[in-house]
């Protein structure tokens, strides 16, 4: 089982870069998936979830509502982020869980996460 992110980088204040997770070793339509972000000096944040297995639901954190979409492709076993109206403080080390399929639970899931990608690096400045 592994998670692939990717899709990070440099943006100005206003940018909307797309992340993806790609996933292998199961199937995405069994699982939700979560992105998290990771900012210097700060906690842990959910960011956002797609229940898979719950018809593609969707579930976002209230700072980025609104500005986020996360989809999931079954055939490419991958899920995205994409991001619009970034400013600095979506800066940060994004990353993407495997969660149990009840993505209406989330962010409480995230304990149950037992797999993660590595990591990209989103930096929003001017």
């Known amino acids: 089982v592994q998670l692939q992110a990717s899709g990070g980088g440099s943006v100005q204040p206003g940018g909307s870069p797309r992340l993806a997770c790609a996933a292998s070793g199961f199937a995405l339509r069994d699982y939700s998936i979560g992105w998290f972000r990771q900012a210097p000096g700060k906690q842990r944040e959910g960011v956002s979830c797609v229940s898979m297995a719950d018809d593609h639901s969707t579930y976002y954190s209230d700072s980025v509502r609104g500005r986020f979409t996360i989809s999931g492709d079954t055939l490419g076993n991958t899920v995205y982020l994409q991001m619009y109206s970034l400013t600095p403080e979506d800066t940060g080390v994004y990353y993407c869980?495997?969660?149990?399929?009840?993505?209406?639970?989330?962010?409480?899931?995230?304990?149950?996460?037992?797999?993660w990608g590595q990591g990209t690096l989103v930096t929003v400045s001017s």
């Open positions: 869980e495997r969660l149990p399929p009840y993505g209406s639970l989330w962010p409480t899931l995230t304990p149950w996460a037992d797999y």
